[in-house]
């Protein structure tokens, strides 16, 4: 069993950063995607960056440019690099991890796809 565990949410002022993390109780270089998404109240859970154990990554259209993501396999940890942040971008973010390749027609960024979910952090942004 895969325990993923966020950390870092907090609140910031707009234009300001945050860097969440996220603790994974598992060799990380099992998990073939790693993701990030979140969620605000009244709205559906959306993907925002994802990474592959290649390395690979994909945004969201609306975090590009300002957020990174990354992995580290050897801490077994996530990270997401937040920029410029917006009161667009406050919600609740999680981890999400899937261990297989999820082939071509797979959309990492999608929440079907993913096998494991962290309890989430809070990110607040104010105007």
């Known amino acids: 069993q895969v325990q993923l565990m966020e950390s870092g949410g907090g609140s910031v002022q707009a234009g300001q950063g945050l860097t969440l993390s996220c603790e994974v109780s598992s060799f990380t270089n099992d998990l073939y995607y790693m993701a990030w998404f979140r969620q605000s109240p009244g709205k559906e859970r959306e993907g925002v960056a994802v990474i592959d154990k290649n390395g690979r990554t994909k945004y969201a259209t609306s975090v590009k440019g300002r957020f990174t993501i990354s992995r580290d396999n050897d801490k077994m940890n996530l990270y997401l690099q937040m920029y410029k942040l917006k009161p667009d971008d406050s919600a609740m973010y999680y981890c999400?991890?899937?261990?297989?390749?999820?082939?071509?027609?797979?959309?990492?960024?999608?929440?079907?796809?993913?096998?494991?979910w962290g309890q989430g952090t809070q990110v607040t942004v104010s105007s």
């Open positions: 999400a991890a899937r261990f297989a390749y999820g082939g071509s027609m797979f959309d990492p960024l999608a929440t079907n796809g993913y096998d494991y």
